[in-house]
């Protein structure tokens, strides 16, 4: 509708197509500016819109008057796992009624005034007050450091090809953002993430990362007590871009070919497997260098030792190097890091989903020139 109400609105991912008032309230109506989301299932994006059932919202008073957002709520389904989403509106905690704005809002008053004084300035009733301190209390508890125990630390590029890279720090258990770093220089990395209290960096045990060299340095010096994992995604997608590579080399490009080689099998369904099998048949050499990673996975679905997992991936290491040249020679470089893997078993697959979460709200369109703000807003987005 107008650039300028959605510059006052401020809300990311949403324009307003409406504005009207009734009665000396004001209504927006808004639509999406994505057209696709990110499935939590499987972290791959989706454009499949199913339906969409708009909800009314409330948002922070203007002039004076009480303010109600028409909010798309859309539910799409992802082809990859057949399933259906419902879309996750970053400044609406999910099946609330209220802006996160709002609620923060409500949440100070009340802590200066009281409920029911909130209640009537708001025409707000006594439950629904209660309810949003509850829910702000909730979110604020859940944001923090506090009782962090596993953390991933994963870079991600601001622009495509641009080089400028943010570091994004994330709770595995909790599946939350927690920290986002303007740079992947290490001296930065530290000094952010030293900000911490040592007693909170103490308890952190283990910190999980991809393969690049710097982190081992990093971590021993931020998080004394931590064991270093490479995280297992990682170096699966390392084994996986060799398969890939070989497909390419061989002339394979049948469509889906790359999915169905790169798939976990156990996740395939039947005509699947019979596709696969297919596109095996036509090379003996894809068909090993297959086998190989279903191999090495297969080592990671396994419960055992730290010292088991060394044989195992060592005796595979004896056999990889013709097909598996480049991830062979990073998995003998971090070794160690990919054996602690099994101290735990954490995986920090949440990574994906996380980072594809951010590269949305990136691409919805918010200027990099403060990125202190930015990083306040996508921390803001993660809270709950
Ligand atoms: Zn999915």
Redo the contacts with the bound molecule.
């Keep these: 509708m107008s650039f300028h109400l959605d510059y006052l609105l401020d809300l990311p991912g949403v324009k307003v197509e409406t504005c009207t008032q009734i009665e000396g309230k004001i209504y927006f109506k808004l639509s999406a500016l994505a057209s696709e989301i990110v499935?939590p299932?499987?972290?791959?994006y989706?454009e499949e819109l199913h339906q969409n059932r708009p909800i009314l919202v409330r948002d922070l008073s203007v002039f004076g008057r009480f303010v109600y957002l028409q909010v798309p709520r859309r539910q799409f389904y992802?082809p990859?796992?057949q399933?259906y989403?419902t879309e996750k509106l970053e400044f609406i905690d999910k099946k609330r009624r209220h802006t996160q704005r709002y609620e923060q809002n409500i949440y100070a008053r009340v802590q200066q005034s009281s409920i029911s004084q909130i209640g009537r300035e708001e025409e707000l009733s006594y439950d629904e007050v209660k309810g949003i301190f509850t829910q702000v209390n909730f979110s604020q508890k859940k944001n923090c450091w506090e009782s962090v125990k596993r953390v991933s630390i994963d870079e991600i590029s601001m622009r495509k090809g641009k080089g400028s890279f943010v570091t994004v720090v994330s709770d595995i258990e909790g599946g939350n953002l927690i920290e986002m770093i303007d740079s992947h220089r290490q001296q930065d990395i530290v000094e952010v993430l030293m900000r911490q209290p040592l007693k909170v960096r103490e308890q952190v045990e283990e910190v999980s990362v991809d393969m690049w060299g710097g982190f081992p340095k990093v971590i021993k010096q931020v998080f004394p007590n931590a064991q270093l994992v490479i995280d297992r995604f990682h170096v699966m997608k390392a084994v996986n871009k060799d398969l890939n590579k070989l497909r390419r080399g061989i002339g394979i490009t049948d469509r889906g070919s790359k999915y169905l080689l790169l798939s976990n099998r156990i996740n395939l369904e039947h005509a699947q497997i019979e596709k696969l099998e297919i596109i095996l048949q036509k090379s003996e050499c894809l068909r090993i260098a297959y086998e190989m990673k279903e191999e090495f996975r297969e080592i990671y679905e396994t419960n055992m030792t730290v010292t088991i997992a060394q044989t195992e991936f060592k005796d595979w290491l004896n056999y990889a190097q013709i097909f598996f040249q480049e991830s062979a020679s990073t998995i003998v470089n971090h070794f160690e890091g990919i054996c602690n893997y099994f101290l735990n078993r954490t995986t920090s697959g949440v990574m994906e989903g996380i980072n594809n979460r951010i590269k949305l709200i990136m691409r919805q369109g918010y200027g990099f020139s403060n990125f202190d703000n930015f990083r306040d807003r996508v921390l803001a987005c993660f809270s709950n």
Excluded: E, L, Q
């Design positions: 499935c299932h499987c972290n791959n989706t992802c990859n796992c399933r989403i």
